[in-house]
């Protein structure tokens, strides 16, 4: 580094809970020193991360805090300002609502920003929901893809479904999927019928939560399984077979 010139600030990526129940008894006491250093941070929506912040760190001065909003309602050349502090010397956090920064949440844009300015980006523990729900699964835990969202128009998403039915099945890789809450429910229904009744289906709910609720059947087991995923926060996973 040349004299005269400030080392880059750091980019910590901060792990959220993935519901309600206390950030240390699935956060490391890392995150909270992290938390307490910093003044900066990138967030999802600023209500919840100053209310996260103040479960973690509830001695820290909120006053002191900048934000700086990563949503989709703001607009790419919003953001191009968003590490500039970190470009002057200034270490700042990255986190969303809840789960991993960057692994189906917004972060991964300015992320790779902060690589191209050579911006050190620092990962912390934390859960992630897809992985929770792989490691339970009992699935392939070497060969696996994670989908994101299948389309809301029916025909098409009949049509995701078998073709990841086929990769699982053809490739043994398990193929991971979410939905928004309120249609879990209806999905579950949906791929009971379209999947073939020995290929199996894992669901995995509230994950670290107290109401966590995960299982592994048959697409025929299932039919017989009584779930109720009205509204909570699912992750799917289409596997082959026993």
Same mark, same amino acid.
């Not at 025929?220 to 799917?236: M, T, V």
């Given at each position: 580094?040349?004299?005269?010139?400030?080392?880059?600030?750091?980019?910590?990526?901060?792990?959220?809970? @993935? /519901?309600?129940?206390?950030?240390?008894?699935?956060?490391?006491?890392?995150?909270?020193?992290?938390?307490?250093?910093?003044?900066?941070?990138?967030?999802?929506?600023?209500?919840?991360?100053?209310? %996260?912040?103040?479960?973690?760190?509830?001695?820290?001065?909120?006053?002191? @805090?900048?934000?700086?909003?990563?949503?989709?309602?703001?607009?790419?050349?919003?953001?191009?300002?968003?590490?500039?502090?970190?470009?002057?010397?200034?270490?700042?956090?990255?986190?969303?609502?809840?789960?991993?920064?960057?692994?189906?949440?917004?972060?991964?844009?300015?992320?790779?920003?902060?690589?191209?300015?050579?911006?050190?980006?620092?990962? @912390?523990? /934390?859960?992630?929901?897809?992985?929770?729900?792989?490691?339970?699964?009992?699935?392939?835990?070497?060969?696996?893809? %994670?989908?994101?969202?299948?389309?809301?128009?029916?025909?098409?998403?009949?049509?995701?479904?078998?073709?990841?039915?086929?990769?699982?099945?053809?490739?043994?890789?398990?193929?991971? %999927?979410?939905?928004?809450?309120?249609?879990?429910?209806?999905?579950?229904?949906?791929?009971?019928?379209?999947?073939?009744?020995?290929?199996?289906?894992?669901?995995?709910?509230?994950?670290?939560?107290?109401?966590?609720?995960?299982?592994? %059947?048959?697409?025929?087991?299932?039919?017989?399984?009584?779930?109720?995923?009205?509204?909570?926060?699912?992750?799917?996973?289409?596997?082959?077979?026993?």
């Amino acid at each position: 580094m040349k004299e005269g010139i400030k080392k880059p600030g750091i980019l910590y990526l901060i792990p959220t809970p @993935l /519901g309600e129940n206390p950030p240390l008894e699935v956060l490391p006491l890392t995150v909270k020193k992290i938390i307490e250093d910093q003044n900066h941070f990138i967030i999802e929506n600023e209500k919840a991360a100053r209310r %996260f912040i103040k479960k973690i760190a509830p001695n820290k001065n909120q006053d002191q @805090l900048i934000m700086y909003p990563l949503n989709k309602f703001i607009t790419p050349e919003e953001t191009e300002s968003y590490l500039d502090q970190c470009k002057a010397g200034i270490s700042m956090g990255l986190f969303s609502d809840a789960g991993c920064p960057g692994i189906a949440d917004p972060g991964s844009e300015i992320i790779a920003k902060a690589h191209r300015l050579g911006i050190q980006v620092k990962p @912390l523990v /934390g859960p992630s929901s897809l992985i929770l729900a792989m490691m339970s699964s009992g699935m392939n835990g070497q060969n696996f893809a %994670f989908n994101g969202y299948l389309p809301i128009e029916q025909k098409k998403r009949r049509q995701a479904i078998i073709k990841f039915e086929k990769k699982a099945i053809k490739d043994n890789q398990a193929q991971l %999927f979410i939905e928004t809450p309120y249609r879990s429910d209806s999905l579950i229904k949906e791929l009971l019928k379209v999947l073939l009744s020995n290929t199996l289906l894992c669901v995995g709910c509230d994950l670290s939560l107290q109401n966590e609720y995960i299982k592994t %059947f048959t697409v025929s087991q299932w039919k017989n399984e009584k779930a109720d995923l009205n509204k909570r926060p699912c992750i799917f996973i289409i596997g082959g077979s026993f």
